[in-house]
């Protein structure tokens, strides 16, 4: 049987289990779906997966429920040069942005209110270009030193930035990646426990591909490398 599609409800307050209130799609008040509170209820302003009814979900971009469109390794089944494919291994950040846009996540790939996923884009691509700028500056100022009289305030200064981004990068995309899996109802099939941990830091690249293109409605709209989603503007988001 399909998997129903899942979306996160924020409570408007403390509700036992089994009741029944009207929910906002993206906090569009003209997209609306009735939603039953889980067994064991939920505390005010707790997030919780809800099934997103068929008549809800229209407008959006069509991907399957209970497993992945493809495999992990498939990154060529669209092409070599498809700009999602391009984009995942020249610039797997920003790629992943696009994802985190569709989805309307944060830049920490976590689930937040419409005001505050907007601009995920923009955001990541704010951090990447800080990210280079800092990096570049510290390795201006080490060229006027031998590789072994490098100041020590470099060396930690380079190795703090190098740290804070690296587990960024781990982290947004292993939460973007399981907050995917839970609204798809895709099941772990390989390292079950932390097989999106594993797959943000042992294979990255691949990873953000298969996100890319189960997210992307690529048979019906054009990949593009330079948009905030990877399709052309005014293409439908994921829910």
Not at 67 to 88: I, S
Not at 155 to 164: E, F, N, P, Q, Y
Not at 207 to 224: I, K, L, N, W
Request: aromatic share 10%; proline share 7%.
């Amino acid at each position: 049987d399909a998997q129903p599609l899942m979306i996160y409800v924020r409570a408007p307050a403390s509700l036992p289990g089994g009741y029944t209130f009207d929910a906002l799609i993206n906090d569009d008040p003209d997209r609306t779906f009735t939603v039953e509170v889980p067994d064991g209820g939920v505390s005010e302003g707790e997030l919780f997966l809800a099934p997103l009814p068929p008549m809800a979900s229209r407008n959006r971009i069509i991907a399957p429920t209970g497993r992945w469109k493809d495999g992990l390794l498939d990154c060529c089944n669209l092409g070599l040069l498809h700009p999602h494919c391009c984009c995942a291994f020249w610039c797997s950040k920003c790629a992943l942005a696009q994802i985190m846009r569709r989805m309307e996540l944060t830049w920490l790939g976590e689930h937040g209110a419409q005001v505050s996923t907007q601009h995920t884009f923009k955001v990541v691509v704010a951090l990447i270009v800080a990210y280079a700028m800092y990096s570049t500056s510290l390795a201006l100022v080490a060229l006027d030193y031998k590789p072994s009289e490098v100041p020590l305030y470099v060396v930690v200064l380079r190795t703090i930035g190098d740290a804070l981004f690296l587990v960024w990068g781990v982290y947004s995309m292993y939460r973007t990646r399981q907050n995917m899996r839970a609204q798809y109802s895709i099941p772990e099939q390989y390292c079950i426990g932390c097989e999106d941990l594993c797959c943000a830091v042992f294979c990255t690249y691949c990873a953000t591909a298969q996100m890319s293109r189960h997210t992307g409605e690529f048979e019906t709209y054009p990949g593009v490398c330079c948009t905030e989603t990877g399709h052309p503007p005014g293409t439908p988001l994921t829910v």
